[in-house]
């Protein structure tokens, strides 16, 4: 472990109060060396994961300083955490911090035994100068980094040095054309949601009025099990999720997550992503004691219309037919 990867461990430990866990035997320095050794649980790189984003949050309470991009993915994480459900999070969880430099990050399930996903970003930079301010940034954590929480080392590091890679001799007229050319980038997302079941009239009704309001088209299927997917853009999925969840079930979860990026995200570039008109309630069928079991074959071949026919394995682990 390089010599400033172990001082930003004991960073961490002292304005963490302790709740990174791999950091938190300040009186026993051994226990920071075994990190790099000792192989972590998926539960205890969830928990370091959130310690860490409990603790930017804490030293940059501004959202122009720091900021989740991805609310879904940060409640996922902890449910995963809190061992809840087994159900591994189905995204990396993302957010910005700001140093003058905007640095884009991604945590991936398995940090921080591995690296985080870190892109600096900014008008100021020539394309080429982006790509070699990225690559010696990724050397760095390499070499200091490797197997304990890093983004305070990642954030002082581009503090430090990112300015010596903006070529002095820009002229104002090639900043504004570089700022300009900065194209807003709009998630589309589409949410393959699991219950136990869907009996309920009520929470049908939210379920079709919900995505409405959100301008949210898919399917429910009701019945047992319950069948929920909606596809628009990520703010919308993420508030349709955030109000489902809150209601009471005896189990529910996502079972899969698309995302794609929309460069300018135009309303035109969004409809040719969807692969449903509107949020229907559609029924396949239904059999069983109370009527409450629907024809699966019939929900596989609606799938298979509709190009997500791969969906179906996901859910019931079976290829349809």
Request: charged share 20%; glycine share 6%; net charge negative.
């Amino acid at each position: 472990m390089g010599a400033s990867g172990a001082l930003h461990c004991g960073a961490v430990t002292r304005l963490g109060a302790g709740r990174v866990r791999a950091c938190a035997g300040a009186t026993a320095p051994s226990s920071a060396v075994m990190l790099g050794t000792t192989e972590m649980t998926n539960q205890e790189e969830a928990e370091m994961q959130i310690s860490e984003l409990d603790l930017l949050s804490s030293m940059f309470p501004y959202e122009e300083e720091f900021a989740v991009t991805d609310q879904l993915a940060l409640a996922e994480l902890k449910h995963y955490a809190e061992n809840e459900s087994a159900e591994v999070p189905s995204s990396k969880v993302q957010f910005v911090l700001n140093v003058e430099f905007s640095m884009a990050c991604a945590l991936p399930f398995k940090y921080p035994t591995v690296l985080p996903e870190i892109t600096v970003r900014s008008s100021l930079l020539s394309r080429s100068q982006q790509i070699h301010l990225n690559s010696d940034l990724k050397t760095y954590l390499m070499q200091n980094c490797s197997g304990e929480p890093c983004m305070l080392s990642a954030r002082q590091w581009v503090k430090d040095y990112a300015a010596a890679y903006i070529d002095k001799e820009l002229s104002s007229s090639s900043m504004t054309t570089a700022s300009a050319i900065q194209a807003e980038v709009t998630t589309f997302t589409r949410l393959w949601i699991y219950s136990h079941h869907i009996y309920n009239k009520q929470k049908r009704k939210n379920i079709i009025d919900w995505a409405k309001e959100l301008s949210l088209s898919g399917f429910c299927m009701p019945g047992k099990p319950g069948v929920v997917c909606v596809e628009g853009l990520q703010s919308n999925c993420e508030e349709f999720w955030s109000r489902v969840r809150r209601l009471t079930w005896k189990r529910i979860l996502i079972r899969h997550r698309e995302d794609v990026s929309l460069e300018g995200g135009g309303h035109a570039e969004i409809q040719n992503q969807r692969k449903f008109s509107t949020l229907e309630e559609k029924c396949f069928d239904a059999h069983g004691a109370r009527g409450n079991h629907m024809d699966l074959g019939q929900l596989y071949h609606f799938l298979e219309e509709k190009g997500c026919a791969d969906i179906f394995q996901m859910y019931f682990g079976v290829e349809g037919h």
